[in-house]
């Protein structure tokens, strides 16, 4: 390195600087600083997830950086009251409500200890609020769910913007706050992953009239009257259900779903507010999908939303399949025989060594089959022709229709032509 430098700062580096030497490199340093505290990565989305001063003071600085900007802010302390910073909870609440008018998506989980502390703290308008999310962890299963009320206050009724929420453990019951009405997107639920058993929760459809897009999460029960009327299920777009429980999906069976445009289901227990699992089920269109490890794979076979598809209503609805190589064989033998599937894709999540295979399971003709996509979810999947001949056999039996067969991020490999050849007369092939 020495040999590189000029002999005055190769000299230097044996010497000693000066502070005359080093204020043009301080200089520089502290500009390069400002231009990245002034950057949107650093600023724009701001995350508290301890209780410690020093976690405190960062975010302080990049609210301070945020100057007059819109920014979105997520907390989460989850630690009781006896166990969390004080300092942490007299400033915090404070520094929310001074900022209200510039968050753009406000994501709160807090424990039920000081929950309403925080909730009573949000009664300032928030003009360019777009989302809010706010869950609360019960102390324990003696604890009633819904014992913290959502206040009528909340943003002082004026967030304009405001068209997706989330509340967890939230009791809406008594709630007359105006924003509610506006709202389109809402994540509702009693009980969580978090040890709360299940639930009724009330009809949101009351309290929420402009409702498109509802994910009912944790241990949420439909049972209440309300939810036997078709009327509002009409006006959704998009269902979401966390359930983790088979006598739950029981409950479900009586629902007049069958206006509603996509259904998506969750089966295991659920994440945090806003993270679904990617289950899909949708009366036009039907997927399941599992994104598993290998080790996960044995997980699968307790998987129990396909019991949902045992309504005699699904079949007749559903033209379009998406289901992973983890669910084929407990899911397959239920969905193939729909009798107007026209489109099927087989999602492979992780690699099987470098040639990988297909699910095998007995012969399930899908007599009506117009598309067969293969997708990878990763780059260089490489699968035997013979295995793809195969597959299709099992599809589509003596049909001999044909068949687009679509593969995205997948190669074929065949020791001998004929599989070549077979595939090639039986399907029309797209390489994606």
């Known amino acids: 390195m020495t040999a590189t430098l000029p002999p005055e700062t190769t000299r230097k580096f044996f010497l000693g600087w000066t502070f005359e030497d080093l204020r043009y490199v301080l200089q520089l340093s502290t500009r390069w600083r400002a231009i990245a505290m002034d950057d949107p990565l650093y600023w724009h989305d701001i995350a508290l997830r301890k209780d410690s001063l020093r976690a405190l003071r960062q975010m302080q600085q990049r609210l301070d950086a945020a100057g007059e900007r819109p920014f979105c802010i997520t907390v989460e302390l989850l630690n009781p009251l006896g166990e969390i910073n004080v300092t942490v909870l007299s400033v915090l609440p404070a520094l929310l409500s001074a900022k209200l008018a510039q968050i753009q998506r406000l994501k709160l989980e807090l424990h039920s200890d000081y929950a309403p502390v925080f909730l009573s703290a949000l009664s300032k308008s928030a003009p360019l609020l777009v989302a809010c999310r706010i869950g609360v962890l019960l102390d324990s299963e003696i604890q009633v769910w819904n014992s913290i009320p959502l206040p009528d206050s909340l943003f002082d009724g004026d967030a304009p913007c405001l068209v997706e929420m989330g509340l967890r453990n939230i009791d809406i019951s008594k709630s007359q706050s105006p924003l509610l009405s506006r709202i389109q997107t809402l994540a509702f639920g009693g009980g969580s992953a978090w040890h709360i058993p299940f639930v009724a929760i009330p009809n949101v459809f009351t309290h929420f009239p402009s409702l498109t897009c509802v994910h009912f999460t944790g241990g949420a029960l439909l049972t209440?009257?309300?939810?036997?009327?078709?009327?509002?299920?009409?006006?959704?777009?998009?269902?979401?259900?966390?359930?983790?429980?088979?006598?739950?999906?029981?409950?479900?069976?009586?629902?007049?779903?069958?206006?509603?445009?996509?259904?998506?289901?969750?089966?295991?227990?659920?994440?945090a507010i806003g993270k679904p699992a990617k289950f899909m089920y949708a009366t036009s269109r039907l997927g399941v999908r599992g994104r598993l490890r290998r080790y996960e794979t044995a997980g699968v076979q307790s998987y129990r939303s396909h019991d949902l598809l045992r309504r005699t209503s699904f079949p007749d609805m559903v033209t379009a399949l998406t289901i992973s190589t983890d669910l084929w064989e407990r899911i397959a033998p239920i969905l193939l025989p729909f009798p107007y599937v026209r489109t099927l894709t087989v999602v492979m999540h992780y690699a099987l060594g470098r040639l990988n295979r297909l699910p095998s399971v007995g012969r399930v003709i899908v007599s009506g089959l117009k598309t067969l996509r293969i997708h990878a979810t990763y780059n260089g999947a490489i699968l035997a022709s013979s295995d793809v001949v195969e597959f299709c056999n099992n599809l589509l039996g003596d049909v001999r229709l044909p068949v687009r067969l679509v593969l995205e991020n997948v190669s074929m490999s065949g020791d001998e032509p004929a599989s070549h050849d077979a595939v090639y007369c039986a399907c029309s092939v797209t390489i994606r």
């Open 224 to 271: 209440e009257k309300g939810y036997r009327e078709p009327g509002p299920w009409r006006s959704l777009k998009e269902l979401w259900l966390s359930v983790y429980d088979k006598s739950a999906f029981h409950a479900l069976e009586t629902l007049p779903l069958s206006g509603v445009e996509q259904i998506w289901t969750v089966d295991g227990k659920p994440r």
